[in-house]
């Protein structure tokens, strides 16, 4: 079985999992079991309503409370199985789901852009409608600019005052 890694930095995860302590025929079974946990936990997650918490661990942006604890918990899922699957120490899956799981989750992410129903999932939702398009920040910044009068100065005895 092949390597599933393409990109130059994908090789070079390969080569940090290898130096981490795993075998070339453990890496393929490594992100197997990686792309299955996050593939459950996503669908998982979108049955239990956090549809737009997943979208964003899956875009990278966990800086939020929810976001954050959906992340902990598929890594925590991942480090159980990687144990399970692969035979190794919690150390070595650690450092295993530290380097694979970026890696999967734009992928995942990636496909399930190209999916129709993920497209028309984010076309039913209400925020992706309140998001401006270009041609009404356009007339919004002209209507401002219409609406803008400037402030002139009336010369008086007090130049402090102005009308």
Do not use: C
């Not at 070079?12 to 990686?34: D, E, M, N, R």
């Not at 593939?39 to 309503?49: A, M, P, R, T």
């Not at 209400?126 to 998001?131: A, D, K, N, P, T």
Request: net charge positive.
């Amino acid at each position: 079985m092949p390597v599933p890694f393409l990109q130059r930095s994908h090789v070079f995860a390969a080569q940090l999992l290898h130096k981490a302590g795993l075998t070339v025929s453990q890496i393929p079974q490594a992100v197997q079991v990686t792309r299955e946990t996050v593939e459950h936990w996503l669908q998982k997650e979108l049955e239990s309503g956090n549809a737009q918490q997943v979208l964003l661990v899956l875009k990278g942006h966990v800086q939020e409370k929810g976001p954050k604890l959906l992340l902990g918990k598929l890594q925590d899922m991942l480090l159980v199985r990687l144990v399970l699957h692969l035979g190794i120490r919690g150390a070595l899956a650690t450092n295993i789901a530290t380097l694979i799981l970026p890696f999967v989750l734009k992928r995942v992410y990636d496909l399930a852009r190209q999916n129709p129903k993920m497209q028309a999932w984010w076309r039913e939702q209400e925020w992706s409608r309140r998001i401006p398009t270009i041609e009404k920040i356009r007339s919004r910044i002209k209507e401002a600019g219409t609406r803008l009068t400037p402030s002139r100065f009336k010369p008086s005895d007090d130049p402090n005052i102005f009308i």
